[in-house]
């Protein structure tokens, strides 16, 4: 069993984030100083089998908006530095998962180029103290840093906490799939490269 492990640290004047990420798994340990957003970046490594260690600190006091994307960048960072560490994946997954009334949708394709389609209406602006607009800031650096075309869909549901928490278990097992390794290393595109 390979054990595909990427330590990636970034520090700037707004935010302070160590993380260590391993797609074929481990324990999951998570502190971003927001609550809920630790809550769904649990649920999406827990239910994607991966191994995690964030520790994210930023300047909350202005707007959680610098953490939340910076979070999503240095995933993105480790997800692509694992690409070119421990060679090629299977490109491709689609996940759907509901949570009671929610229905949310993941497409994947780690193909090297960035690109997010992202549709979801989230019914309350708030979940506990977290915004849900928040959400798509980091959505959109997860694939520009990874490099990978993500379109996420929260088809329908009544409650944002349900639907933000689908929508990341949806992109925790979509992440597990489409990072697998593929067989022989063999590149994945009729072109040869990605
Ligand atoms: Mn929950």
Known sequence: MSSREIAVQRKTKETDISLTLNLDGGTIDISTGLPFFDHILTAMTFHGEIGVNLKARGDLEVDPHHLVED???????????????YGAVKRFAHTVIPMDEALSEITLDVCGRPYLV??????????????????KEFFAALSNAAEMTIHANCRYGDNSHH????????????IKISYNLTSSEKIMSTKGRL
Request: no cysteine; charged share 15%; hydrophobic share 40%.
């Open 71 to 85: 979070t999503g960048l240095v995933l993105g960072t480790a997800l692509g530095q694992t690409v070119t560490t």
């Open 118 to 135: 992202y549709d979801a209406d989230y019914p309350q602006e708030y979940s506990g103290q977290f915004q849900m607009a928040l959400l």
């Open 163 to 174: 639907m933000a928490e689908s929508l990341f278990k949806a992109l925790g097992k979509a």
